[in-house]
């Protein structure tokens, strides 16, 4: 291929979050920025061209000065992967329920793919396994994988997968490091990562389709509900690709509920637990609440979040001579770990 081609492929594949810098500036101000500018089609267009012009430079500057014999980097192999890695982070960035707006600067429409939940370990391991098994690391190589798999697995830990999940996932690694050690570097093993990148693109077709059939499921399961659904969320489970959180928008609020393909109904819908669009003190009047919710949405940080929210409510309560103001978004409000994606609160004085 060329020298350098793994760096350009990791330095490529993260360039778009270039964005994270925005956190600089404060949390929702980097909600409102990021996955926007460094991530739209305009930009993808000259990140490639930005990341293999600093990898020659590289290459010219500093390793073939320190390796004079060295054969020197390519320019053509170097762009077509910064593009394939450039290209595939927002792709897979868009697939989850946070968000992408593709269209930046000319456009701030936020599109959502809905079909895997931000941390994927069946993806981590049949693909990272695949190159692991496939390669022959030298033991600094064997530290730095075995590095990495305890992070994975930190976070596999962590976040709230099901038990039968994380058992898979250890058994997995330790199936993977039985074969690596068995059967070495053997010419069947180091042909995997085409059919394991083959399996992952399938994995990942058949959660779109998959999500694209439970919508439908839900907004028919939400009309038979007597319910005038103006948007539906089908949010995969965290490492359950058969159960997924639902959100039905109304015109008065967000109705919660559960698509499983396992199971009997397969649509559960809970009218019962509707969260209202906007809700304050008994008494007090709609349009009272929508005059201090516009009165809130003056804060800069309440703008910035309201510009990233996808489905947003209001709760305002009373507090002597002024009121509190709650925005929520649907989609992460209670979630454990969410942070900042829940909301924030802020306080208006009359």
Known sequence: MTPLATVTLVLAANAPDIDVFSYMRGEYFALAFRRGITHGWPALLVLPF???????LYDLAVRRRLKPGAAPARARPLLVLSLVGVLTHPALDWMNTYGMRWALPFGDAWTYGDSLFIVDPWI???LGGAVFLAASPSVAGLAAWALLSALASLVVLVLPFEPVAKAI?????VLIAVLRFRRGTSPALR???TPSLAIAVVYIMTM???DLAARRQVRAAAESAGLQATDVMVAPSPANPFSSDVEVMTDVGFVPGLHRWIGSPRVQLHPEDIVPLIEGPVGVSVAELERIAALARLEPDVAHYLAWSRYPYVRIEADGTGWW????????DGAAGSG????????ILD
């Open 50 to 56: 930005l990341v293999t012009g600093l990898v020659l």
């Open 124 to 126: 981590w391991l049949v």
């Open 169 to 173: 996932w250890f058994g997995g690694l």
């Open 191 to 193: 042909r995997l990562p």
């Open 208 to 210: 779109i389709g998959a």
């Open 325 to 332: 103001v709650q925005f929520s978004d649907a989609r992460y």
């Open 340 to 347: 900042g994606l829940s909301g924030l609160r802020v306080r």
